[in-house]
């Protein structure tokens, strides 16, 4: 056993943990489980630790050790970004599974965190981000149904936007800009 936060966990079988005192969050929690929470709570919340991680992770009856929040945040793909207008480094996801799909919101919200500046060019839309961001907001725009969006090429710090001839880079660029807050 081991001790986090002054809970005693103990490993389950499927590589969850679960606490010891016999409450409430002692309820078995697996692995896959506990990285799903993960990644809503890095999507949800502006997490700038592994312990802030745990933190919010015991909040939802879900105890881990730092060293378990260490391992699941690698396996996830889980990266430290710069953020505009903060000092620390926050966690972000690089992108999220192939098969779900982002709701507009989310976009939304990516855009208008991530996107510092926008130009576009014939069919072409750029999008500018913190360096190390770029990723983050070319996944977004993949798993999001944005019309005339054909796809993405993201650096480190510029997300090329190919447009569909019939909207073109323009048009594009006004939606996204409008999505972004810009």
């Known amino acids: 056993m081991s001790e986090a936060r002054g ?4 490993p389950v079988p499927d590589g969850g943990e679960a606490a010891a005192d016999g409450g409430e969050a002692s309820r078995r929690v697996s692995k896959a489980r ?14 700038t630790s592994q312990e802030q ?16 929040v260490s391992r699941d945040l690698e396996e996830i793909g889980a990266l ?16 999220l599974p192939k098969d779900q799909v982002v709701p507009t919101e989310h976009l939304r919200r990516v855009l208008g965190e ?8 014939g069919n072409i839309v750029v999008l500018r981000t913190p360096p190390g961001s770029a990723h983050v907001v ?19 710090d510029t997300v090329l936007v190919v ?3 019939e909207s073109g880079g323009a ?12």
């Open 53 to 68: 991680l745990a933190d919010l992770l015991s909040a939802e009856g879900i105890y881990a050790t730092q060293a378990t």
């Open 114 to 121: 991530w996107v510092v500046d926008m130009a576009s060019s």
């Open 7 to 10: 809970a005693r966990i103990s």
């Open 34 to 47: 506990r990285r799903h929470v993960i990644g809503q709570l890095l999507t949800d919340h502006t997490v």
């Open 80 to 95: 430290k970004v710069r953020v505009p207008g903060m000092e620390r480094t926050v966690y972000a996801l690089a992108e």
């Open 171 to 182: 048009e594009l660029a006004d939606r996204l800009a409008e999505m972004a807050g810009l």
């Open 138 to 156: 070319a996944s977004a725009l993949d798993r999001t149904s944005v019309e005339g969006v054909i796809g993405t090429v993201a650096g480190d």
């Open 163 to 165: 447009a569909a001839a």
